[in-house]
């Protein structure tokens, strides 16, 4: 309940906004091209976005999600195209295992931190951004264990 507080207090929300719908790639699957969904809310000054990617094989599973939240601000127009960037929190959550020998090895991740994101409108409802987190994983400060995932994604705002 007060992380809902603190939310509220630090993003406050402007109701006229659109919602994306995009797909890209992410470096979460460290280097490996997967598609991702990326689903997101966007208004002129909150924005809140939900990923996931994952792949599988017979021997090999990744799933991983990231949610975000944004204080956004628009900044001037790009060619012909609008452009916002912001700065939030974000939380990530990864699941890998392999198989070997009839016997699974399982490892999970979970991280929270700074992100930052700028999206383009290219033409009308048509947008292009790139998101980047940066997950602290452990509360270690001498040893700053981290992760750096970032998405590109084209997608579309209604």
Not at 80 to 99: C, I, N, Q, S
Not at 109 to 125: H, K, N, Q
């Amino acid at each position: 309940m007060r992380f809902l507080i603190l939310i509220s207090l630090l993003f406050p929300l402007n109701c006229f906004g659109n919602f994306i719908t995009a797909t890209g790639v992410s470096a979460v699957t460290e280097g490996r091209m997967i598609p991702i969904l990326y689903l997101g809310y966007d208004s002129p000054d909150f924005a809140a976005t939900v990923s996931s990617v994952g792949l599988s094989n017979d021997a090999y599973y990744h799933s991983a999600y990231q949610l975000s939240i944004f204080r956004q601000t628009d900044l001037e127009n790009f060619l012909w195209g609008k452009v916002r960037a912001g700065m939030g929190l974000g939380m990530h959550y990864a699941e890998r295992g392999l198989e070997q020998y009839d016997k699974t090895e399982k490892v999970t991740d979970f991280a929270l931190g700074p992100s930052i994101r700028v999206t383009w409108e290219v033409l009308p409802y048509i947008v292009i951004g790139v998101e980047s987190f940066i997950g602290i994983g452990s509360a270690d400060i001498i040893i700053l264990s981290s992760q750096q995932i970032s998405t590109l994604f084209l997608g579309v705002r209604f």
